[in-house]
């Protein structure tokens, strides 16, 4: 106590105010960190969505018998050719991939007419550089592979990691498949018949 009859505090003991308007600077920096933390996370996501890449993998369709070694479609193989076109010739596809076989070109010749895109051969024994090759320049696309009963199989097995067996009879020329792939999944495939 002092000597005029006052009571004194200890330092330590003195109450500091806070400022008035202390709460709400408090809930605009929540509001802002909220908003950076949320506009990181559609960044992330849209850049996630970009990457995705459809690849539709198909048989040639039905073929003669002869020339053995580089037949062209049958009738039933040029109707074919022209149902994928049909089927997928409104679709954002980036870009048609064949083998060196006739009958593969044929077959997506009708589809990459009418999308105004050429139809890039690649080697049926090169799998692996069929899938770099897309994968350099088609990432968040769609392609689309014609190949062959023994091709197709290994193309959607590398393309699901192993995960995805296809078996081809020397006689199904109707099937393809759908092939997703993500950075942020497994990829998914749909098979379909056309």
């Given at each position: 106590?002092?000597?005029?009859?006052?009571?004194?505090?200890?330092?330590?003991?003195?109450?500091?105010?806070?400022?008035?308007?202390?709460?709400?600077?408090?809930?605009?920096?929540?509001?802002?960190?909220?908003?950076?933390?949320?506009?990181?996370?559609?960044?992330?996501?849209?850049?996630?969505?970009?990457?995705?890449?459809?690849?539709?993998?198909?048989?040639?369709?039905?073929?003669?018998?002869?020339?053995?070694?580089?037949?062209?479609?049958?009738?039933?193989?040029?109707?074919?050719a022209q149902?994928?076109?049909t089927l997928?010739?409104?679709?954002?596809?980036?870009?048609?991939?064949?083998?060196?076989?006739?009958?593969?070109?044929?077959t997506a010749?009708?589809?990459?007419?009418?999308?105004?895109?050429?139809?890039?051969?690649?080697?049926?024994?090169?799998?692996?550089?069929?899938?770099?090759?897309?994968?350099?320049?088609?990432?968040?696309?769609?392609?689309?592979?014609?190949?062959?009963?023994?091709?197709?199989?290994?193309?959607?097995?590398?393309?699901?990691?192993?995960?995805?067996?296809?078996?081809?009879?020397?006689?199904?020329?109707?099937?393809?498949?759908?092939?997703?792939?993500?950075?942020?999944?497994?990829?998914?495939?749909?098979?379909?018949?056309?």
């Amino acid at each position: 106590m002092a000597a005029d009859g006052r009571a004194v505090r200890a330092p330590g003991l003195l109450r500091r105010r806070r400022p008035f308007l202390a709460p709400f600077w408090l809930a605009g920096f929540v509001v802002l960190a909220s908003l950076a933390l949320l506009y990181g996370v559609l960044r992330a996501t849209i850049a996630f969505a970009g990457e995705t890449t459809t690849v539709i993998v198909l048989r040639h369709a039905e073929k003669a018998l002869v020339p053995a070694d580089d037949p062209s479609l049958t009738p039933a193989g040029e109707a074919r050719a022209q149902r994928l076109r049909t089927l997928l010739g409104s679709n954002a596809v980036r870009a048609v991939y064949a083998s060196e076989a006739r009958r593969t070109q044929d077959t997506a010749r009708p589809l990459a007419s009418a999308l105004s895109l050429p139809v890039t051969v690649h080697p049926a024994r090169d799998p692996q550089g069929l899938l770099d090759a897309i994968g350099a320049r088609h990432i968040g696309g769609t392609v689309v592979v014609v190949g062959h009963s023994n091709t197709v199989p290994a193309i959607v097995s590398r393309l699901t990691r192993g995960k995805t067996q296809v078996v081809l009879r020397d006689d199904e020329f109707d099937r393809l498949f759908v092939v997703t792939v993500t950075r942020f999944g497994p990829p998914s495939v749909v098979a379909l018949q056309y």
